[in-house]
Nanobody, 125 residues
Framework: PPRLVVSGGDSVQTGGSLRLSCVVS???????MGWFRQAPGKEREGVAT???????TIATSVKGRFTISKDNAKNTLYLQMNNLKSWDTATYYC????????????????????WGQGTQVTVSA
């Protein structure tokens, strides 16, 4: 399985921006990639996914504020988060789905993915 290393979490004020990065140890083009988050006491939820072809799916709760992208040459996945809200506070995870890289992996069982470690994003007023 690939190794996924996440960075970029921080504490910001409401309305601020952050960019998360996820470096993958194997060709990122072999996977459908995704960002997930988990707030305290809540289930892990999908935030955004991107297929090997670059097709994206964005959760309604972050649409218009978050952008998922990737750099195949760097094997790196990004999540640009703008206009952050207090309810965006969570631990954010990067994940790779290997079985259907050309199809959207949004909404698949969490067991379908390889996971990186989480990074904390805290948004305060």
């Amino acid at each position: 399985p690939p190794r996924l290393v996440v960075s970029g979490g921080d504490s910001v004020q409401t309305g601020g921006s952050l960019r998360l990065s996820c470096v993958v140890s194997k060709p990122i083009s072999d996977y459908c990639m995704g960002w997930f988050r988990q707030a305290p006491g809540k289930e892990r939820e999908g935030v955004a996914t991107i297929t090997s072809n670059g097709d994206t799916t964005i959760a309604t709760s972050v649409k218009g504020r978050f952008t998922i992208s990737k750099d195949n040459a760097k094997n790196t996945l990004y999540l640009q988060m703008n206009n952050l809200k207090s309810w965006d506070t969570a631990t954010y995870y990067c994940a790779a789905e290997p079985f259907r890289p050309e199809e959207s992996c949004y909404g698949l069982s969490l067991s379908s993915y390889y996971w990186g470690q989480g990074t904390q994003v805290t948004v305060s007023a």
